[in-house]
């Protein structure tokens, strides 16, 4: 018994002696940490990247997603074996729509739809008998257009799951010039891919060429200087170092331009976009040290036979901004001089010449960075704050702003909404009322695609669109301008801004003038129906 008692009082011993060890070590450790245990944070893990086997090994019932021990020779404890999944694998997955969005998708649907049957005149009733020749010779107009048309949005891309390129996804280079394709690399087989393995990059393009600026020893570039480029190595860096030197030389014919660079990597590929595109220059506007309106907005107006109020409307913008510019652009049958106005412009144009053509005349000759427009018979009040309107233009980026009409509540903030079509008839244009949303910063000022014609404008971009000169614009157009701005510059309509409308009924001369049949008469549609492809002309 007193043996067994000793070695059970040995074996206590040892025991509470290890575990004093333990507890000390515990307490030594923690004593020489900043931080407790518990705050200390995680050790960042490298990323998981998909392990690469031989095509038999993919082939034996792989899980999804499995963790594996990874005994290559990297800092990667583990990477991720992956099975490809088909896409049908998942289309017999049931699921259950959502009301709520079915709602909204059909009143967009509403309101974006473009029925034949509410337009005001459709194309094939307004061009009758003559609306397949018509439709024939459009089309070839329309080819003409496009073939001098670039779109530079850049094309759709598909990128597969776990692709091993990394790649930009659009470069720009100027005409003959040389740009560096950076970042084309084999990203994740670095890792992985035995030396004993050939690797290759295929990498093609059209209307350029392919050239490298250096060579780096163990890699084999096959077609370089032309648009077929084929790089191979056995060592994935090298062949990566080789791939930093790769350059793209524009050699096209063409100015303006887009190309492809194709990158392939066994079955995957992927593709970088190439802008030709020349820089585009500056314009910019030199106002002073000072802010003030005067130097950096013209005032311009188109009149005709209104004399009397044109006189109106000079007087009050010199009472509320000495000295601003005045442009006048006059098409008058019997021509009139202003008097003695040393601030204001008169052109004389040929008579009745049109709307649009004097707004052209008049915008051509404005030096200032901004224009202010609005009709010969109204009038500035002390609300007609150009100022703000410079300022918001200023701030904003926007490229119109618009105002409305003193004592009304009509801003003719309108939106219009383009449904093009595939086919030889054409898209639809319809016209609703409304905004889109309140501008932050500006609680007065929402975004729109139409205003009143009282509005400033960036002199530069307005230009760039211009206005119509066709004679079927000639007795009244306004939004047709800003149909030609879609997609082209930033519009918006603040309520805070406001001038006072004269009219001048009594004028006969210019009633008789400027009322002919109204404003969507048969040859107006006509001619929009083919000028801008429509088919339908949809006002709400």
């Known amino acids: 018994m007193s043996v067994l008692w000793r070695k059970m009082i040995a074996g206590t011993s040892v025991l509470v002696a290890v575990n004093t060890l333990v507890v000390f070590i515990y307490l030594w450790r923690d004593a020489r940490c900043p931080l407790n245990r518990r705050e200390q944070a995680p050790v960042p893990r490298p990323p998981l990247r998909p392990c690469v086997f031989a095509g038999e090994q993919m082939e034996k019932g792989l899980s999804t997603i499995q963790r594996i021990r990874n005994d290559s020779r990297t800092p990667y404890d583990e990477c991720v074996m992956v099975r490809k999944i088909r896409q049908d694998e998942q289309s017999s997955i049931p699921f259950m729509p959502r009301e709520a969005f079915q709602e909204t998708l059909s009143r967009v649907a509403i309101q974006h739809s473009c029925n034949q049957n509410d337009a005001t005149q459709p194309a094939r009733i307004v061009f009758g008998s003559r609306w397949n020749e018509i439709r024939e010779r459009r089309q070839v107009a329309k080819s003409r257009h496009n073939n001098r048309t670039l779109d530079f949005r850049d094309s759709g891309q598909y990128v597969e799951s776990w692709s091993p390129l990394s790649y930009p996804a659009s470069l720009r280079v100027s005409p003959g010039n040389i740009t560096k394709l950076e970042g084309i690399r084999v990203a994740w087989l670095e890792e992985y891919v035995s030396d004993s393995w050939l690797k290759e990059v295929r990498l093609s393009c059209h209307h350029g060429s392919l050239v490298f600026s250096a060579d780096v020893p163990d890699v084999t570039v096959t077609g370089d200087n032309s648009s077929d480029v084929t790089v191979a190595s056995f060592s994935i860096h090298h062949l990566n170092r080789q791939l930093e030197f790769l350059h793209y030389h524009s050699v096209s014919e063409k100015t303006l331009a887009t190309d492809e660079v194709h990158v392939q990597v066994g079955s995957y590929t992927a593709t970088v976009t190439i802008r030709i595109q020349h820089f585009l220059m500056f314009h910019l506007y030199d106002h002073g040290e000072d802010n003030f309106v005067k130097d950096r907005v013209t005032v311009i107006t188109k009149t005709y036979l209104r004399y009397s109020v044109l006189r109106k409307l000079i007087e009050s913008v010199n009472q509320y901004f000495p000295g601003i510019k005045i442009i006048v652009a006059d098409d008058s049958d019997k021509f009139e001089e202003l008097g003695d106005y040393k601030n204001v412009d008169h052109y004389k144009m040929p008579a009745q010449k049109g709307w649009f053509a004097g707004r052209n005349l008049a915008l051509s000759q ?89 509005f400033m404008g960036a002199t530069q971009t307005v230009r760039a669109v211009g206005f119509e000169p066709n004679p079927v614009y000639a007795r009244a157009a306004h939004s047709e301008f800003f149909a030609d701005g879609l997609g082209k510059f930033r519009v918006a309509s603040c309520t805070n801004v406001e001038v006072k409308h004269l009219g001048d009924t009594s004028n006969r001369s210019y009633n008789k003038a400027r009322h002919t049949g109204g404003t969507l008469n048969y040859y107006k549609l006509k001619y929009i129906y083919f000028r801008n492809n429509l088919f339908n002309l949809l006002i709400k």
């Not at 224009?371 to 119109?400: P, S």
């Not at 929402?446 to 014609?453: A, F, K, M, R």
Request: charged fraction near 25%; proline fraction near 3%.
């Open 366 to 454: 404005v030096t200032t960075e901004y224009f202010f427009w609005l009709d010969d018979d109204m009038v500035f009040t002390e609300k007609t704050d150009l100022k703000f309107m410079m300022n918001f233009l200023d701030e904003t980026g926007y490229h119109i702003v618009g105002g409305r009409l003193e004592d009304s509540e009509l801003t003719f903030a309108q939106r219009y909404d383009y449904v093009p079509s595939s086919t030889d008839d054409g898209g639809c244009l319809s016209r609703k009322e409304g905004s889109y949303k309140v501008i932050p910063g500006f609680p007065s000022c929402t975004s729109t695609d139409i205003v009143l014609n009282v």
